[in-house]
């Protein structure tokens, strides 16, 4: 098992905008990860790089950081705030701009 844990959905917003829902999940008994778990972390398979992508989940601001610069090829990503919703911090479309917050409920992600 890998420290980190990586698990796109697909999903839409309250407003309809669709887009890729990518939750991190930090896999370790005590909930620590080092930088040296960057090494070999890949982004699931099957990502649509014609729609956006919401990175959400409990991680360090320098795994957030890695993840928005693998995920640049997408049409827009954001980063989810509990408070706001989808943040949006980057955009190569006109259907959502940067500083954006998309209304968002959290997908269900079930088991896996």
């Known amino acids: 098992m890998t ?4 698990r796109l959905v697909s999903h839409q917003s309250r ?3 669709p887009y890729q829902h990518l939750h991190v999940r930090i896999a370790t008994e005590d909930g620590i990860i ?3 778990d960057l090494k070999g972390l890949q982004l699931p398979q099957g990502i649509d790089w014609k729609q956006g992508i919401a990175i959400e989940g409990k991680a360090p ?4 950081g890695y993840l928005i610069h ?6 827009w990503v954001g980063c989810y ?3 706001l919703g989808v943040v949006v911090v980057s955009s190569h ?10 209304d968002v409920e959290l ?3 079930g088991k896996g």
């Open 3 to 6: 420290a980190i844990q990586l």
């Open 15 to 17: 407003d309809n905008v």
């Open 34 to 36: 080092t930088p040296a």
């Open 61 to 64: 601001i320098w795994l957030y």
């Open 70 to 75: 693998e995920c640049h090829p997408a049409a």
């Open 81 to 83: 705030d509990p408070r």
């Open 93 to 102: 479309t006109h259907q959502v701009k940067v500083s954006q917050v998309l």
């Open 107 to 109: 997908p269900e992600l």
